[in-house]
């Protein structure tokens, strides 16, 4: 029985592991642990990545998306602005001197081109407004009706519509000459409100005479009658030109009975030989010759000094580009005065902006 304990207690004995072997199976084990962490630390990395790139992507591509909408929107606010201008010039008028479509506007025709802007004077100073005085000396012989008055010559104030200045001995001579024409005032106490011109004259037959307005009396802003007249001095008023009063572009003052009217040309040369090109039908004349003999007359052997105006200033400060005659005229259809109305595309279903 010993002899068997004693075989037992060995066996046991001998399955029993060192310090040293528990250490190396510990270590064992902690490296297999640190193993599984890295492998699931990388993993999750490699998610991270996949879903960074995935949402950068899906990004990308919304983002062209957006990007292909607000192209689209900025191209059709770009159209809608540009036809906008373009509809503004045709019907207003521009003061771009570049356009091909200056001077050829519809409201241009019908408020006339010489029209001017000035300023009122004051009572018993340069002109201001009064109530008129009939012959005989009878004040204010219309009740009120009626306001009056004057530009002197003197008057440096004054300018034509279109910002060009007006010397006050070019304003008509000519008896009611503004007659019937609006007045408006640009300032004071009557800003905004208009009135007509009922009466104009000079007090002398020569330049330098004082030109007489008299106006319709009107209702202020607030119904308020105007009994004090000069309450309106110092006021900026603008006089619309007469409508329809021009002959259109290219008026030939030489013309023979039996010709027509808008023939000038101007005079160019290419390569050293000469050509005439009718000014009716070059509508931007901001690149006219601004040598004061280039336009011609086809009936007269010489040139027309200025035709497009005095030249002792810059061209774009002091120049009348419609030229003789006028740009106003009198009707609205598709010939070379209104070149706009007279153009047709050479593909009918063309639906593009020239």
Do not use: C
């Amino acid at each position: 029985m010993k002899a068997i304990k004693n075989t037992r207690r060995k066996a046991e004995g001998g399955g029993r592991k060192t310090s040293a072997q528990r250490l190396t199976s510990s270590a064992s084990a902690r490296r297999g642990v640190l193993l599984l962490v890295i492998l699931g630390m990388l993993t999750l990395f490699l998610l991270i990545g996949t879903a960074f790139i995935s949402s950068s992507n899906q990004y990308r591509r919304a983002n062209k998306s957006y990007s292909k909408v607000g192209e689209q929107k900025n191209l059709e606010a770009s159209q809608k602005g540009f036809l906008g201008e373009v509809i503004n010039q045709l019907i207003r008028d521009t003061s771009n001197q570049n356009s091909a479509l200056r001077y050829h506007s519809l409201l241009r025709d019908m408020y006339g081109t010489d029209g001017f802007i000035t300023t009122i004077g004051t009572a018993g100073g340069r002109g201001g407004p009064v109530l008129p005085t009939w012959a005989g000396g009878a004040t204010n012989p219309t009740g009120g009706q009626m306001i009056e008055f004057q530009i002197a010559p003197s008057n440096t104030n004054l300018f034509r519509l279109s910002g060009i200045t007006l010397p006050a001995a070019e304003l008509s001579k000519i008896e009611n000459y503004y007659n019937g024409q609006t007045l408006t005032f640009l300032d004071g106490v009557a800003k905004g409100r208009s009135t007509r011109i009922m009466g104009y004259y000079r007090t002398g037959p020569d330049a330098t005479s004082p030109a007489i307005f008299r106006l319709l009396s009107f209702p202020l802003a607030d119904g308020s009658v105007i009994t004090d007249p000069g309450t309106l001095s110092l006021s900026r008023i603008l006089i619309n030109g007469r409508p329809f009063n021009g002959t259109g572009v290219g008026y030939n003052s030489q013309a023979a009975a039996t010709d027509p009217k808008l023939n000038a040309v101007e005079r160019i040369s290419l390569a050293g030989t000469p050509f005439d090109v009718p000014i009716a039908l070059a509508p931007n004349a901001a690149f006219f010759d601004p040598l004061p003999m280039s336009a011609v007359f086809p009936q007269m052997a010489g040139s027309v000094p200025y035709y497009y105006g005095a030249t002792t200033t810059p061209v774009s400060a002091n120049r009348f580009y419609d030229g003789l005659g006028g740009s106003d005229e009198s009707y609205d259809a598709p010939d070379f005065q209104n070149m706009y109305l007279a153009w047709t595309s050479p593909n009918p279903g063309e639906k593009a902006i020239h």
